[in-house]
């Protein structure tokens, strides 16, 4: 009896034996290389390493930031053309000062609101905004992201509170942000600087140069439909303004937007481009006047000079 | 005459991963591995140019952080012991794969490490020293990158932060280099208006864009991303050429996924037997590459076949004569449309050559040769050659933009990353404080307020919301970031209040040497 009590004891210390040294060995013949890529993706971070830190080991310490600074702050990052993101931060000063000017009450009666001012070409005073929309945010939130869906504008953005009786009340306001073109510009006037100084106006025609494949790799890169400019057609890209992508809030949908100019028009476009060289189709570029040659190396200033007066149409 | 020019630009950069702390780091092989493979091989095609008098042009960026470990005695040291282990696998490599298919590319690799360990005795393991001789050659133009490689649109809210980013890399490539750097590589193509002020300020006259950079800039250039444009200060912007870009870059059509090349994802690492590689990985036993790999990348699928080192070198040439025709044919195309020679700007992080495309560096000599001789359409040229050849071009305001996925800053602000930016912020204006409470100090308050500057720097890296956003060792990133951060945050509390630790700043000072030279009263300045 007792001897086979000591076989099973042995046998079932063999098969512990095996399954240890079995499950020991399979992580190590288990480990394959990191699978290729399938997508198409540059190569720029290759050099990170493709194995993650060991489990076991104890994570090295990683000291915490403070969630607040105790000040009052607040920033607004344009990402792209089409959205924003601020960040805020309100000292508990201010909300004393609050409470203290609009009663002890207002904080928890009032609701936390962003209001993003459009102030593109407006020195703004917080008052002379082109439009405005008011964006309810979380009593928790401190960061948001906002989806303007237009490029080339500028944008200003205020935390505040709208109290019981509707008003508005202003705590922070950030700094200006300004979101990126996306097309290309409308503008056609030409200025040229010389390195050294010597500035000298060329010819004012303009013609964008981009051959179809150029355009096809933005617009894919954009994902954007993206229409090829010929050659000869000076004309700005129509596209697409607003962004298909999911918003957190889709302001242009939202605002009811008075006398906004159509987003497809540039808010700073000059018309001083020589019409006929619409009609003419594609001019040929006029080099600079020959002999014209300064001298090399760089400048402490380069020197810019005025636009260029109107062309004067040519007899033709 | 050549009737259009190329600006080749190879941007070289690696976090700054110095960690004397830990016995073996992860994120220095970073550094060891780039060296071995993508800077030394690099190194090599320059010499065999120079050696044979190949009259090329081509611009390098080196960014701070690669300077300060080229130069580091501790980095180059282990350094050292990395390449002897190497050394080491490569010799028992050769023993164990006689008579096999193997064979060829053990003995390449055998080679190359040894070619490698003479090539860094020459040059006292400062890979600097070499780069300076080709640039005294007057073949490399090298330039300069933002102090610590920091997203400058999104550190713009406070312009000093952007102020410093440049002056700091401005100062500590004089002090390599004996004079001003020409011109700046935007950290990622980071651009926004405003951001020239400051390279003006510090004497820088150009940098680069990606494309859209250029073609989106207000007014509208008239010869699109073929001839540099002058922002309204004067300083130039290079757009980047798309066409060129892509057959490079592109990861399905590029060159650098022929069948005929190396395949990166088979290391002996990781198909070895444990036991065997074990002294050869992480001393945990976790597999890492080695940088042995045998096979080609074959086809499409997971069958491998050995490499053969003369069929991609064959290839190399061959890619390398493409890239050549498709830019004369360009050029031929747009002298329709210019009234100058256009040019084509062709950038490239230095560390895909040698390290993900084995072949890249071959490519760049055969292209070079190739450029300089069996042609007469395409110059080489850098931008200040460039300059100097047109030296009026037009004026516009480029657009905020980035050469990251989509264009603009989406990578570097993200629901991932965007939290890094209220300390960043916060640490900028404090800075700024410092600077501006103690506009003379002495001694260790003096050296507590220059770390702080430096820990400062070290938190605004791109790379730490870079890898936040790509998801592959975030741990690292999030520490790197909040240890600096913290560091900054404990210097200015207890200078303000103080206290200093002397100890603990000089500890600092230690680990974290950047920058050595820095006087943190440039931020007042701003």
Redesign the interface.
């Known amino acids: 009896m007792e001897v086979f009590a000591w076989m099973i004891g042995i046998a079932l210390l063999a098969i512990a034996t095996a399954v240890y040294l079995w499950s020991s060995r399979r992580p190590?013949k288990k480990?394959?290389?990191?699978?290729?890529?399938v997508?198409?993706?540059?190569?720029?971070?290759?050099?990170?390493?493709?194995?993650?830190?060991?489990q076991?080991?104890p994570?090295?310490y990683?000291?915490?930031?403070?969630r607040r600074?105790g000040?009052d702050?607040m920033?607004l990052?344009?990402?792209?053309?089409y959205?924003l993101?601020a960040?805020w931060?309100i000292s508990a000063t201010k909300q004393e000062e609050f409470s203290s000017r609009y009663g002890p009450e207002a904080w928890h009666t009032s609701r936390p609101v962003l209001r993003l001012y459009d102030i593109t070409g407006v020195d703004f005073k917080g008052n002379n905004a082109n439009t405005y929309v008011d964006i309810a945010v979380n009593e928790e939130a401190d960061?948001w992201y906002m989806e303007v869906g237009q490029p080339?504008r500028s944008f200003c953005v205020d935390l505040g509170r709208i109290l019981s009786t509707g008003q508005f009340v202003t705590l922070l306001r950030s700094?200006i942000a300004?979101t990126?073109?996306?097309?290309?510009?409308?503008?056609?006037?030409?200025?040229?600087?010389?390195?050294?100084g010597v500035y000298?106006s060329l010819l004012r025609?303009?013609?964008?140069?981009?051959?179809p494949?150029?355009l096809e790799?933005?617009s894919a890169?954009?994902?954007k439909e993206f229409i090829p400019v010929g050659?000869s057609s000076?004309v700005?890209l129509p596209i697409g303004i607003s962004s298909p992508g999911v918003s957190s809030v889709g302001i242009s949908s939202l605002i009811g937007v008075p006398e906004r100019p159509s987003p497809r028009r540039?808010p700073?476009r000059v018309v001083v481009a020589a019409p006929e060289s619409l009609q003419k189709g594609f001019p040929a570029?006029?080099?600079?006047p020959e002999g014209m040659i300064?001298p090399?190396?760089?400048?402490k200033?380069?020197a810019?000079a005025t636009r260029p007066k109107p062309r004067r149409k040519k007899g033709v | 005459m050549a009737k259009g020019y190329l600006a080749l630009v190879l941007h070289a950069h690696?976090p700054f991963v110095r960690h004397p702390e830990h016995q073996y780091s992860?994120?220095e092989?970073?550094l060891y591995?780039?060296v071995l493979e993508c800077y030394i091989p690099l190194i090599w095609v320059f010499e065999n140019l120079v050696n044979d008098s190949v009259p090329f042009r081509l611009t390098l960026s080196l960014s701070p952080p690669l300077l300060t470990m080229f130069a580091d005695g501790f980095l180059q040291q282990r350094c050292r012991n990395y390449l002897n282990k190497l050394i080491e696998l490569a010799d028992k490599e050769v023993h164990r794969t006689n008579g096999g298919p193997f064979y060829g590319p053990a003995r390449m690799y055998q080679d190359r490490l040894r070619r490698t360990q003479n090539t860094m005795n020459h040059y006292n393991w400062n890979l600097i020293e070499a780069f300076k001789k080709f640039k005294e050659a007057g073949r490399l133009e090298i330039i300069t990158c933002a102090a610590t490689h920091g997203y400058l649109p999104?550190l713009f809210?406070n312009p000093a932060a952007v102020k410093v980013q440049i002056a700091a890399a401005v100062d500590l490539y004089r002090k390599f280099f004996g004079h001003n750097p020409p011109g700046m590589w935007l950290p990622e193509c980071a651009y926004?208006?405003g951001i020239d002020l400051y390279l003006k300020e510090n004497g820088i006259?150009f940098f680069f864009l990606d494309?859209?950079g250029v073609?989106?800039?207000?007014?509208?250039p008239?010869?699109?991303?073929?001839a540099p444009v002058?922002c309204?200060t004067?300083v130039a912007a290079f757009g980047r050429d798309?066409?060129s870009s892509?057959q490079v870059?592109?990861?399905?059509?590029g060159y650098?996924g022929d069948f005929d090349y190396r395949e990166?994802?088979?290391?002996i690492g990781?198909?070895e037997d444990?036991n065997y590689v074990r002294d050869y990985i992480?001393p945990?036993?976790?597999?890492?590459?080695t940088g042995l790999k045998y096979f080609r990348i074959t086809g499409r699928t997971n069958h491998k076949e050995p490499y053969v080192p003369e069929w991609a070198t064959q290839k190399a040439a061959t890619h390398a004569g493409n890239f050549m025709f498709n830019r004369e044919h360009q050029i031929r195309?747009?002298n329709h449309?210019?009234?100058?020679p256009p040019l084509l700007v062709a950038p490239y992080?230095a560390?895909?050559f040698g390290?993900?495309?084995f072949e890249g560096p071959q490519w760049l000599e055969f292209l070079i040769r190739k450029t300089v001789y069996d042609q007469d359409i395409v110059e080489l040229v850098t931008p200040s050659d460039y300059?100097?050849l047109h030296?009026?071009?037009?004026?516009?305001t480029p657009?905020?933009?980035s050469w990251g996925n989509?264009?603009?800053?989406?990578v570097w602000?993200?629901g991932s990353n965007?939290?890094v930016?209220?300390?960043l912020?916060?640490g900028a204006d404090r800075m700024v404080e410092l600077a501006q409470r103690f506009p003379g100090s002495e001694g260790m308050l003096r050296r507590a307020l220059n770390q702080a500057a430096r820990e400062l720097l070290l938190a605004q890296s791109s790379d730490w919301p870079?890898?936040m956003a790509?998801g592959?060792?975030v741990?690292?990133a999030?520490?790197r970031f909040?240890?600096h951060?913290?560091n900054f945050?404990g210097i200015y509390q207890q200078v303000t209040e103080c206290r200093l630790e002397d100890d603990w700043v000089a500890d600092l000072e230690s680990r974290h040497n950047i920058f050595p030279d820095i006087d943190y009263r440039v931020y007042a300045e701003a």
């Open positions: 190590v480990m394959l290389p990191p699978a290729p890529p997508t198409d993706v540059e190569f720029g971070m290759d050099l990170s390493p493709e194995t993650p830190l060991p076991s080991k994570a090295p990683t000291p915490e930031l403070p600074y000040r702050q920033a990052l344009a990402r792209d053309p959205w993101f960040y931060e960061n080339n700094n300004h990126p073109r996306a097309s290309l510009s409308e503008r056609f006037d030409e200025e040229w600087m010389w390195l050294e000298r025609y303009h013609f964008g140069l981009s051959s494949l150029l790799e933005i890169r954009m994902g050659i000076p700005g540039e700073e570029p006029v080099g600079l300064l090399a190396g760089l400048p200033g380069a810019k | 690696l992860l994120e092989k970073w591995e780039a999104l809210v926004a208006p006259r494309s859209h073609l989106f800039a207000s007014h509208r008239r010869f699109g991303i073929y002058f309204p004067g798309i066409e892509k870059w592109s990861a399905k059509e650098p990166y994802y088979r290391d990781f198909d444990f992480h945990d036993g976790i597999r890492v590459n195309y747009l449309f210019m009234d100058r992080d560390e895909l390290h993900w495309w300059l100097r030296p009026c071009n037009q004026v516009v657009c905020a933009s989509k264009g603009y800053h989406e602000l993200c965007d939290w930016y209220r300390h912020h916060w870079f890898i790509t592959t060792m741990d690292y999030v520490r909040k240890t951060m913290s945050k």
